[in-house]
């Protein structure tokens, strides 16, 4: 999904997201048992909205020089120089990654994610991803 030098990717969705989506509805609607419908309807919509935007609004791009993340539809940018090792790694850290696949990337120096933890990401797919960044700048490490 290429556009000149922007490559899209797409956030791979685990089994257990769509579980924890329907457990989520399944409690709305037990809960609501003996309620007004309409409030029903309000806080069982609210809910599902916000799952689609936190499922949905989960990609990455690979534009000129920048990794960008998108969470919650809104771009995070990283500079792709300032990448100094990717490596695939399996984890559920709270992060912007609807999957427990990931990459893990670490930069140069803790100024540009302003901490010392990798950001980890899971791309769909993760090879394809490794490989374009590495295409962008060589001297990244891939553990």
Not at 53 to 72: A, K, M, P, R, T
Not at 105 to 126: C, N, T
Request: proline share 3%; hydrophobic share 45%; aromatic share 14%.
């Amino acid at each position: 999904m290429g556009d000149g030098n922007k490559t899209v990717y797409r956030s791979r969705i685990d089994w257990w997201v769509w579980c924890t989506v329907i457990f989520a509805l399944v409690v709305i609607w037990v809960a609501s048992i003996g309620t007004y419908w309409w409030l029903t309807l309000i806080n069982g919509g609210g809910m599902t909205l916000l799952m689609v935007v936190l499922i949905f609004g989960c990609w990455y791009e690979i534009d000129n020089d920048s990794l960008v993340v998108y969470q919650f539809f809104r771009p995070h940018r990283f500079p792709v120089s300032k990448i100094k090792e990717v490596k695939k790694t399996i984890g559920y850290l709270a992060t912007a990654g609807m999957s427990s696949r990931r990459v893990s990337i670490r930069f140069v120096d803790r100024s540009v994610l302003k901490s010392y933890m990798p950001l980890e990401i899971s791309p769909k797919d993760r090879d394809g991803f490794i490989a374009r960044l590495k295409q962008m700048n060589p001297e990244i490490s891939i553990g």
